[in-house]
């Protein structure tokens, strides 16, 4: 089937501690996307990835680092310079052929620092 | 850079029919998207707004006044699972093509 799988779907890290949370497709899109949801406000852009080997930061990028070595495949480091890094991140893909396309969500990853 | 507004809660009735309001304010537009999410799932397409005018997909309809800076989502026959947050994004008229989304609208349906 085709899809976006992010995983893990729940992810404890200890403060201090880099973690990567995977994002893969088969959709063949060439556009990614990393959002972060808290409660209380929209989704925030962390990075996004318009083709392989190129990535740009979005609004809230500090602390977080991506790779996109791979077209289905946009990994996303957590790291402990990222000062309140609990959240639910959410990847996202799109087909940038046509303006009017819109953006497909992975299930989610919710990271909890303890 | 874009600002864009939703009313935070909204409560109905099963059976009602309920409009959720986005305004926005932006320096280039080129599109309205509106998702559905329940709690602590994906957010999923629900409708795509570029002309003024109103789209209709079954029980949902999403309208848009570019004049305004205004949209708005109509649910009908609202059911139980309907129970939902409702995100309206705007995509900016940029190289890249930016979604910013606002905060959701939680709709609490009941019986």
């Known amino acids: 089937d085709g899809g976006i799988t992010q995983s893990p779907k729940y992810l404890f890290r200890k403060e201090g501690q880099n973690v990567t949370l995977s994002c893969e497709q088969n959709?063949?899109?060439?556009?990614m996307y990393w959002y972060r949801q808290d409660p209380g406000q929209g989704l925030r852009l962390i990075y996004y990835?318009?083709?392989?080997?190129?990535?740009q930061k979005g609004d809230i990028a500090e602390g977080y680092s991506v790779s996109r070595e791979k077209k289905e495949s946009f990994p996303l480091t957590v790291t402990s310079a990222q000062k309140n890094p609990t959240a639910f991140y959410l990847c996202?893909?799109?087909?940038?052929?046509?303006?009017?396309?819109?953006?497909?969500f992975g299930q989610g990853t919710r990271l909890t620092v303890v | 850079g874009q600002n864009i507004d939703q009313p935070t809660e909204m409560t109905a009735t099963e059976g009602a029919i309920v409009q959720i309001n986005c305004t926005y304010q932006?320096?280039?537009?080129?599109?309205l998207f509106w998702y559905q999410q329940h709690a602590g799932e994906a957010p999923t397409f629900l409708s795509y707004?570029?002309?003024?005018g109103l789209e209709e997909k079954g029980r949902f309809s999403s309208f848009l006044s570019r004049s305004k800076g205004y949209s708005y989502l109509l649910l009908k026959e609202l059911q139980m699972k309907d129970s939902a947050s409702y995100l309206c994004?705007?995509?900016?008229?940029?190289?890249?093509?930016?979604?910013?989304f606002g905060t959701g609208t939680r709709l609490l349906v009941s019986p």
């Open positions: 990835s318009q083709i392989v080997n190129d990535f």
């Open positions: 996202a893909t799109r087909w940038g052929g046509v303006e009017n396309t819109e953006a497909f």
């Open positions: 932006t320096s280039g537009f080129n599109g």
């Open positions: 994004a705007v995509r900016e008229r940029t190289g890249f093509q930016k979604l910013v």
């Open positions: 707004n570029v002309l003024d």
């Open positions: 959709l063949n899109h060439d556009a």
